[in-house]
């Protein structure tokens, strides 16, 4: 990858604001920042996204952990739940074609939001330190999707 010009510390620093300002990952205004104006080819502004968005949940993660908000049971739970998945993710994205892939990271989209829009969730004041397995469970289907 080529020197990036100076500006791109100015883009840095707007799209943090932006992105904590609106709970939202960086990396979704990154990868565009990075395609449409310094025209990386899109697996590398990606993959540059990814690495700053590591960067950035590493220190809220570390954050929320020392204020103790972190149910470190659910997160392994979790985690075992997800790793198989981001493995056979990746074998998959290097042997199917990238129509087949488009399409079903879509249509996954798709569902989870439905999925996230028909919850009956909601979060106030009333909030439990602690998630029991059983409970998280029963949205562990998620990293297979």
């Not at 993660?61 to 997800?82: E, N």
């Amino acid at each position: 990858m080529e020197q990036f010009p100076f500006t791109i510390f100015f883009f840095g620093v707007a799209i943090s604001c932006v992105a904590v300002m609106l709970g939202i990952g960086g990396g979704v205004l990154w990868s565009p920042v990075l395609i449409l104006l310094y025209r990386v080819h899109p697996s590398e502004a990606i993959t540059t996204a990814l690495a700053i968005q590591v960067g950035g949940m590493g220190v809220g993660t570390l954050s929320y952990w020392r204020s103790g908000r972190i149910d470190v049971r659910v997160a392994l739970f979790y985690a075992a739940l997800a790793l198989p998945m981001v493995i056979a993710g990746s074998v998959a994205g290097k042997h199917l074609p990238d129509n087949v892939l488009r399409l079903s990271l879509g249509g996954v989209a798709v569902v989870l939001a439905l999925f996230f829009l028909s919850g009956r969730d909601w979060y106030g004041d009333n909030e439990r330190p602690r998630v029991e397995i059983k409970q998280a469970a029963r949205i562990g289907y998620i990293p297979f999707c």
